[in-house]
């Protein structure tokens, strides 16, 4: 699947640019063995290297980009929608400023001199994101195992999960964006608000919108 997804993107392209694949992973980890304080880092590799180069310390090996915030638990507010989206806002705002530095070259190329002495445009976009069902759900905005539709990928209803269904609708960028369009059209925020409960989505632009050639729920 993911040589498909290269080439789809591939093929959207002039036949004279290339597509520059990242793989990204985010995780909250310990920094040390003996402490208690975590980090959120970003790492980043090549798609299109051998794994024995991407599983290396050396050039090609993955790489940190960036580092997201942690947001502390509120007793008060923990389990509420509003602290919910808050948090995820607080993550997505972040993140986007990491996909702030692709924008451009995902959406209109960078030449690149590469080591054979050939100039090559490249269209960077994000192939794949490495990462546990925690971060799916933040990065697809879902509310997670306890909603209505818990995968992050397609809406198949809760309750039919453990069915195996052949067939289920795909969630799409494009879908995601028209309901929170819907909600956000209502007279009311309640109304609104409840449109968002049944499809189990949190009210929050997401940030990789902003990279071409993407579709967040085909990269997860």
């Not at 003996?34 to 299109?48: C, D, T």
């Not at 290297?49 to 980009?65: D, F, H, K, M």
Request: glycine share 6%.
């Amino acid at each position: 699947w993911t040589a498909a997804g290269f080439w789809n993107v591939q093929s959207r392209l002039p036949p004279d640019r290339k597509v520059l694949p990242f793989i990204l992973h985010a995780d909250k980890a310990k920094l040390s063995s003996f402490g208690r304080q975590k980090g959120y880092p970003v790492v980043a590799w090549l798609a299109n290297l051998p794994t024995w180069i991407q599983n290396g310390e050396g050039i090609g090996g993955g790489r940190i980009v960036g580092w997201l915030p942690i947001v502390k638990e509120d007793k008060e507010h923990s389990g509420k929608t509003r602290f919910a989206n808050f948090k995820n806002a607080i993550w997505h705002h972040s993140f986007k400023k990491l996909l702030d530095t692709i924008e451009k070259e995902s959406q209109t190329g960078c030449w690149v001199n590469c080591w054979d002495g050939i100039a090559h445009c490249f269209f960077l976009v994000v192939l794949i994101l490495s990462v546990d069902y925690e971060e799916q759900a933040v990065m697809a905005l879902i509310h997670g195992v306890k909603s209505n539709f818990p995968c992050p990928i397609c809406l198949i209803p809760r309750d039919n999960i453990s069915k195996f269904p052949a067939q289920c609708e795909l969630r799409t960028s494009d879908n995601v964006v028209k309901v929170l369009q819907e909600a956000h059209s209502q007279e009311t925020a309640k109304k609104g608000e409840q449109i968002l409960i049944w499809q189990g989505l949190h009210d929050v632009d997401n940030a990789f919108l902003v990279v071409a050639n993407m579709d967040i729920y085909r990269t997860l």
